[in-house]
C-alpha cells in the first residue's frame, strides 16, 4: 500500500463530533494503528468513500475512542502497544460490550497463522495484510459491513484450517465445527472451492490456490450448487455466510 505511506499526513485527530454524520448514510470507520505515518495515509485512502468517526494508537486509547463513536466498522491493526499485551485482538475482545455494532476488519503487515487465528477466533469479521491497493481495502470495509468475510488470497490455506478445524492453531482453543448435514453432503475439495468462490474467488484464481484446472473448478462449482440446491454464486456466498464458513 505504497500511495497510503506517500500520502500527506491530513487526516484529523479523535472527533467526538464525528457521530453528527452518522445520520448521512456513509459507512462510518475507526481506524487503529500505531504507526502514524500509515494510519494518517489509510485514512485520507477510506475518507474519500467513508465517514472516518475516530482514530486509535494504543490498546486503551482505541477502546476508548471505539466506546465513544461506535463505528460501524474498526479498521485494526494486529500488533498495537497498550493494554495487557494483548493488541488488537484484546481491543476486539474488550470492545464487543462496548460497541456491540461493531465489525472488525483486521489490517496487518502479519501474516502468521498465530495472528491470524488469535483474531479470527476473537470474532474478526475479515484479515487483510497490508500489501492491499487503497481500492481493495475500501471494497473490504464495505464487504464486511455488509456481512461478508473477506482475507487476503495469501491467507486462504490457513483461514480455511482454522474453520474446519485443522491444524495445530485451529485448535488451540478445542474448537470443532459444528455438524452440519448440508456441509457434509460436500466432499472436502468442494467445501475447498466453495469456501473461496463464496469469499470472492474467480474460478481462475480458485485453480491456483488449489493447484486444479479452471474445468475442475467448474465441475466441482456445479456439484456443490446442485447437492446444496442453490442457483448462483450469490446465493452461495448467502449460505457459506450465514453458517460464518467464510
Known amino acids: 500500500m505504497d500511495t497510503m505511506t506517500e500520502t500527506n499526513a491530513t487526516a484529523t485527530r479523535d472527533d467526538a463530533t464525528a457521530n453528527d454524520t452518522a445520520g448521512g448514510g456513509r459507512i462510518r470507520v475507526a481506524v487503529v494503528d500505531d504507526h502514524e505515518m500509515f494510519r494518517a495515509g489509510v485514512i485520507a485512502t477510506l475518507r474519500t468513500e467513508f465517514d472516518i468517526v475516530g482514530q486509535g ?46 465489525v472488525f476488519l483486521a489490517l496487518s503487515v502479519s501474516d502468521s497463522p498465530q495472528d491470524v487465528g488469535a483474531v479470527i477466533r476473537a470474532g474478526a469479521r475479515g484479515y487483510v495484510t497490508k500489501t492491499i491497493t487503497g481500492a481493495d481495502l475500501i471494497s473490504s470495509v464495505k464487504q464486511v459491513h455488509e456481512g461478508y468475510a473477506v482475507f487476503s488470497p495469501k491467507l486462504a490455506g490457513f483461514v480455511l484450517s482454522v474453520f474446519q478445524g485443522g491444524g495445530a492453531e485451529g ?14 453432503r460436500l466432499s472436502n475439495r468442494e467445501q ?11 474460478y481462475k484464481e480458485v485453480a491456483a490456490e488449489l493447484f486444479i484446472s479452471i474445468k475442475t473448478v467448474e ?18 456466498t448467502r449460505w457459506a455466510a450465514d453458517r460464518r464458513l467464510v
Open 219 to 236: 465441475t466441482h462449482m456445479s456439484a456443490v450448487l446442485r447437492k446444496l440446491q442453490l442457483s448462483n454464486r450469490t446465493e452461495l
Open 57 to 102: 494508537a494504543d490498546v486503551d486509547g482505541s477502546i476508548a475512542m471505539i466506546a465513544r463513536t461506535k463505528p460501524d466498522v474498526v479498521l485494526l491493526d494486529v500488533h498495537v502497544p497498550g493494554g495487557a499485551g494483548g493488541g488488537g485482538t484484546e481491543i476486539l475482545l474488550r470492545s464487543k460490550g462496548l460497541s456491540p455494532g461493531s
Open 192 to 202: 475447498e472451492v466453495m469456501r473461496l468462490i463464496a469469499r470472492g474467488y474467480t
Open 171 to 184: 485448535l488451540a482453543t478445542g474448537e470443532r465445527p459444528v455438524h452440519d448435514e448440508e456441509l457434509d
